[in-house]
C-alpha cells in the first residue's frame, strides 16, 4: 500500500496490481469492513464470556451471511484475476484484449 493504492503482488511473476485498477477495490473495502465487525463481535463475545451472556442466533445468521459474502468475494477475486492474466497472455502472445493484433487497430 502506498498512499491510499491498495494493491497485491502475483506470487507467480511478481507482478504488482492495484485493487482498483483489478475492479476489486469496492469488494475489498466491503471485506476490510465485514473484518472490522468481526472483530468487534469477537471483543464483544471475550466481554460476554465473562460473564454470563451467550450468542444469540440473530448473530450466528450474521455470521453465516458474512460467511457466504466472503466466499463470494473470493471467487469474484480469483475470477479477475483469473480474466487480468488471460489478458497478460493474450498481450504476450501479441494480441489485443478483442483479439486484434497488437499495432493493428480496427477501421471503421
Do not use: C, P
Amino acid at each position: 500500500m502506498r498512499g491510499k493504492n491498495i494493491g497485491v503482488i502475483d506470487l507467480q511473476n511478481k507482478r504488482k496490481h492495484r485493487l482498483k485498477t483489478l475492479g476489486v477495490s469496492g469488494d475489498f473495502e466491503t471485506m476490510s469492513e465485514r473484518i472490522r465487525l468481526e472483530e468487534a463481535m469477537n471483543r464483544q463475545q471475550e466481554k460476554a464470556s465473562e460473564g454470563t451472556q451467550s450468542t444469540t442466533e440473530a448473530e450466528t445468521g450474521e455470521r453465516a451471511a458474512q460467511a457466504q459474502q466472503s466466499d463470494d468475494i473470493e471467487v469474484k477475486a480469483e475470477e479477475v484475476r483469473t480474466k487480468h492474466q488471460e489478458e497478460i497472455e493474450g498481450i504476450r502472445r501479441g494480441q489485443t484484449s478483442d483479439g486484434q493484433k497488437a499495432g493493428k487497430e480496427k477501421k471503421e
